[in-house]
């Protein structure tokens, strides 16, 4: 997740994480970034062991400062734990998942969801993407909704009709 603009990025779904795949993870999280990679200032990560050296070597040659959370402390990271707990109630807690592929194509659509039309209190009720907020309030008697379903229906959004 970026911290300043709440954007969550998913980088792989897999039964059995090891210290190489979550290397290789962060690796491909850098190549996608290209030059905005530069941006970010700091890396805040856990102490779990799949976090192994090379995984911190990706981000410092990048001139990103790695800053591991102090242990036992899940209150730390905030906003991370923010996040599992917003994907988890609004999402996955009201789903089957039956394979890690089911569970990526699941992930993806609602972080579609969450980076572009959710609105986050931080962002003056914006979702992450957007570039401006629009009009604060609409007129619901002259102006026309379109319901759009996310998930088979589990999430709607709606949006002003042209």
Known sequence: MEIGTRRVHILGVT?????EWVAQQARNLMLDRGERA???RFLIRD???KYTDVFDEVFTSEGIEVLRSPPQAPQANAY???????????CLDRMLIYHPRHLLAVLCEFIAHYNEHRPHQSRHQGPPNATD???????LAS???CRRKI????????????
């Not at 039964?15 to 210290?19: C, D, L, N, R, T």
């Open 15 to 19: 039964v059995h994480p090891s210290g």
């Open 38 to 40: 530069g941006q970010f």
């Open 47 to 49: 102490r779990d062991s």
């Open 80 to 90: 991370a734990e923010r996040w599992v707990r917003t994907v988890r109630r609004e």
């Open 133 to 139: 907020t629009g009009p604060a309030v609409v007129d």
């Open 143 to 145: 102006a026309r909704l």
């Open 151 to 162: 998930l088979n229906g589990l999430i709607n959004e709606y949006s002003q009709a042209a």
